[in-house]
């Protein structure tokens, strides 16, 4: 099973981009990259999902090298409510692993 | 649409007691998954179930942990007794599981919050 690796925190302020890396070296061929938040007392949900390239929605972008042995999580325009824990996955085949995941704090 | 249910939110036992956590996932959702979240760690998969079978139950404690779907929709697990490490946040989640399962997103509940003194 791959697994993720992350950095263990960050900080950002209002209205900046935020980056947040996930290395995955021995990502299979099958797997799908996935992140997910959390917010203190709650369960974690789903935000973006990709397999190569760029992948984009209301909420995030992420971007995947060729090799696939790496992922950015891009944040645009962060605020306050962003501030949480963000989770890089990779799954296939009804296997998932979730790391320590990345603590988000956006300061006014 | 409902989300996953999950109760009750909080419990507060002493070890070597009982206690049973219940999951009611999204209607429709073939897979459900059983998480048990340490204060400060991701969650940790226990028992995964795709309708009233298990899929993997690799990382359950299966000397005090158990877990069931009967009939394919709702789910209830237990710890018994209970120690102190088993102090966490237990999380229900379901998906679809249709074709590609590791493209489907997981749906995850609130959580109960168990405290063992």
């Known amino acids: 099973l791959a697994k993720t690796t992350q950095p263990i925190s960050m900080d950002s302020y209002e209205g900046q981009e935020v980056n947040i890396t996930c290395s995955h070296n021995?990502?299979?061929?099958?797997?799908?990259i996935t992140w997910y938040q959390q917010f203190p007392s709650q369960g974690p949900r789903f935000i973006i999902q990709?397999?190569?390239t760029k992948v984009t929605n209301e909420v995030a972008s992420l971007f995947i090298p060729a090799d696939r042995k790496s992922s950015t999580l891009s944040l645009p325009r962060v605020s306050l409510s962003d501030t949480a824990v963000y989770y890089c996955?990779?799954?296939?085949?009804?296997?998932?692993?979730f790391g320590a995941g990345t603590r988000l704090f956006v300061k006014a | 649409e409902a989300g996953v249910a999950q109760s009750p939110r909080y419990k507060i036992i002493e070890k070597r007691q009982s206690v049973a956590f219940w999951c009611n996932p999204i209607?429709?959702?073939?897979?459900l998954y059983w998480y048990q979240q340490i204060l400060g760690q991701g969650p940790k998969l226990l028992i995964q179930?795709?309708?009233?079978?298990?899929?993997?139950d690799s990382q359950l404690p299966k000397d005090r942990f158990s877990a069931e779907r009967l009939k394919g929709v709702d789910s209830t697990l237990k710890i018994q007794p209970a120690k102190l490490e088993d102090s966490a946040v237990y999380l229900c989640?379901?998906?679809?599981?249709?074709?590609?399962?590791?493209?489907?997103?997981?749906?995850f509940g609130p959580g109960t919050r168990l405290t063992v003194l």
């Open positions: 021995n990502i299979a061929t099958n797997d799908y």
């Open positions: 179930f795709q309708n009233n079978g298990v899929v993997d």
């Open positions: 990709g397999y190569k």
């Open positions: 989640a379901s998906n679809r599981a249709g074709g590609l399962a590791g493209t489907d997103t997981q749906y």
């Open positions: 996955l990779v799954a296939w085949d009804f296997k998932t692993i």
């Open positions: 209607s429709g959702h073939a897979t």
